[in-house]
């Protein structure tokens, strides 16, 4: 096989790479993909505030968010160094952002459209990497180990949104 990178941006390979951590925990799919999805959200958010490109809020506008937000049974996961609320539904446990549960279609979709014809490689690649550790050592490590393989981009607001270059094969190799 030749060595295989893939151009793309971060947000996809830390959601990818949160839901494998997920299910390498214990989670289902589904509640796996939502919570990859909400990891890379979060760390979006984050990242955006940082650098201005998002304001912060006031503290009138988070009471504002709070009230508006529908009251749900919210418990909190810590899937790659970040706590994600989760809300129990008929279908499961699912990630929820201001209330409202993540579909696992539609991040089921976004993976599909980012990676393209790459994204079972890159999931079987990162599924390699998260097996090579018991769940309780990845728990600890997941963050680390997607820094050492996410993509190089350049540094502040050029960066953001910009695609670098994901490597595979590299990801193979960090499994112990």
Do not use: C, H
Not at 61 to 72: C, L, T, Y
Not at 131 to 149: G, I, R
């Amino acid at each position: 096989m030749a060595n295989k990178k893939i151009k793309i941006n971060r947000a996809p390979v830390l959601t990818l790479w949160a839901a494998v951590v997920a299910e390498r925990l214990g989670y289902d799919e589904e509640t796996a993909l939502t919570l990859g999805k909400a990891v890379a959200g979060l760390n979006a958010q984050s990242k955006g505030r940082r650098l201005g490109i998002y304001e912060e809020k006031t503290t009138e506008e988070r009471d504002d968010e709070k009230k508006k937000e529908k009251p749900a049974q919210l418990e909190f996961i810590e899937i790659v160094g970040r706590g994600v609320p989760a809300v129990k539904t008929p279908q499961g446990l699912r990630a929820a952002i201001k209330g409202e549960q993540i579909d696992p279609q539609s991040v089921t979709r976004y993976l599909q459209q980012k990676f393209g014809d790459d994204l079972d490689e890159a999931r079987a690649a990162m599924l390699k990497l998260a097996k090579s550790y018991t769940p309780q050592q990845l728990e600890s490590k997941a963050y680390d180990l997607y820094e050492k393989f996410r993509p190089e981009i350049p540094e502040g607001k050029k960066g953001w949104g910009a695609k670098g270059e994901l490597d595979l094969d590299y990801i193979r190799s960090l499994a112990k």
